[in-house]
């Protein structure tokens, strides 16, 4: 079983950076792929990005690469999201989310992930 749990999202104008965060529990943290995912309002459930267990391999939606950054540190069980020139449209909530993955895949797919935590908003005003 892991807990999911972000930092605080925020308001940011357009143009700006904010970073989130997600701090998992549990002693296994190192053997999950790990995901973002952002649902606008009236919008399905979105892939933002995504980062295998080690480390080493990480994926993005065409909509945020280039902008947006995920890492993790494997010591600190958190996941982390930058996000750079920030634009209106990526208002939405955003979610990690977990998956028991040890390998270089990463998911895609919100159905594929076992775990996800509750949601931080992020505004972009324009």
């Known amino acids: 079983q892991v807990q999911l749990v972000e930092s605080r999202g925020g308001l940011v104008q357009a143009g700006g950076s904010l970073s989130v965060s997600c701090a998992a529990s549990g002693r296994t943290f190192s053997s999950y792929a790990m995901g973002w995912f952002r649902q606008a309002p009236g919008k399905e459930r979105e892939f933002v990005a995504g980062i295998n267990w080690s480390g080493g391999s990480t994926n993005y939606a065409d909509s945020v690469k280039g902008r947006f950054t995920i890492s993790r540190d494997n010591a600190k069980n958190t996941v982390y999201l930058q996000m750079n020139s920030l634009k209106p449209e990526d208002t939405a909530v955003y979610y990690c989310?977990?998956?028991?993955?040890?390998?270089?895949?990463?998911?895609?797919?919100?159905?594929?992930?076992?775990?996800w935590g509750q949601g931080t908003q992020v505004t972009v005003s324009s």
């Open positions: 989310a977990a998956r028991s993955l040890r390998s270089g895949r990463i998911p895609l797919s919100p159905g594929h992930y076992d775990y």
